[in-house]
């Protein structure tokens, strides 16, 4: 397993327990004990979040978050080969870094919002 997605267990809004008997369609209270539930992870729901899901729409749902990422930072290879140079998502985050990006889509596909495939 890469070390980045064992790190999310630890960011994640739920804990690993709940999470995993939600995935078998287990409902569980949170234990009210560990961290996640007594501090819980701040949310970023701002317009990164807004960005992101307008070009993952925009660029046609099938493109992966290195290449949304590139459009959203308007790199030069992102946008000749697909036309995502005349999106109007195209440069939209220039002012962002990669990491950022890569922070919010990971965000995205921990809330089910955007998938893995």
Known sequence: MR???????????RLPPVQ??????????????CDNCLCPPRVRTARST?????????T???FGAVHLIDVLLAMRRA???????ALSTFGIAATSTKGNGARVF????????????
Do not use: E, M
């Open 3 to 13: 070390k980045s997605r064992r790190c999310g267990h630890g960011r994640n809004r």
């Open 106 to 117: 990971r965000q995205l596909v921990r809330w089910a919002i955007c998938t893995r495939t």
């Open 60 to 62: 046609g749902q099938r």
């Open 20 to 33: 995993l008997l939600a995935y078998f369609d287990q409902a569980s209270p949170p234990c009210g004990n």
């Open 79 to 85: 946008g000749p080969k697909f036309g995502h140079d």
């Open 50 to 58: 807004r960005k992101s899901v307008s070009c993952v729409y925009r």
